[in-house]
């Protein structure tokens, strides 16, 4: 069986539907679940572009209440950072660890996020 090489792509704009949701469709496409040729242990030729990053929809407190952590592996450097705190300084972030989150965790995962491009305003 030969393998498509034509690229899909799919356009979402981050400002019509919440965090949660937006990061579910993305990664059903990313892994290629919708193709009747999907594969798991495959990388389909897929693109997905989401726009609107700066405007992400989160419901509920969370914008005071979810927290985003980074640590550099010594110890006391835990950094904490809130969903407000996030969208004002890199809000490309947010959709990324969401997505991130969704994918399998194995070597696919580093691929597949290449596919995923995020853009804070429309789409260049």
Do not use: C
């Amino acid at each position: 069986m030969q393998r498509s090489l034509v690229v899909e792509t799919h356009t979402f704009d981050a400002s019509r539907e919440p965090l949660g949701r937006l990061a579910t469709k993305v990664a059903v496409l990313l892994m290629g679940k919708h193709r009747p040729s999907f594969q798991r242990h495959q990388k389909q030729p897929v693109r997905v572009v989401v726009t609107r990053s700066d405007a992400v929809m989160l419901t509920g407190r969370k914008e005071q209440q979810k927290m985003y952590r980074r640590h550099s592996g010594y110890v006391g450097h835990l950094k904490e950072f809130t969903a407000d705190w996030m969208r004002e300084h890199d809000s490309r972030v947010m959709i990324r660890e969401a997505v991130s989150g969704m994918l399998p965790k194995n070597r696919l995962r580093k691929q597949l996020m290449k596919q995923l491009e995020i853009h804070k305003g429309d789409a260049k």
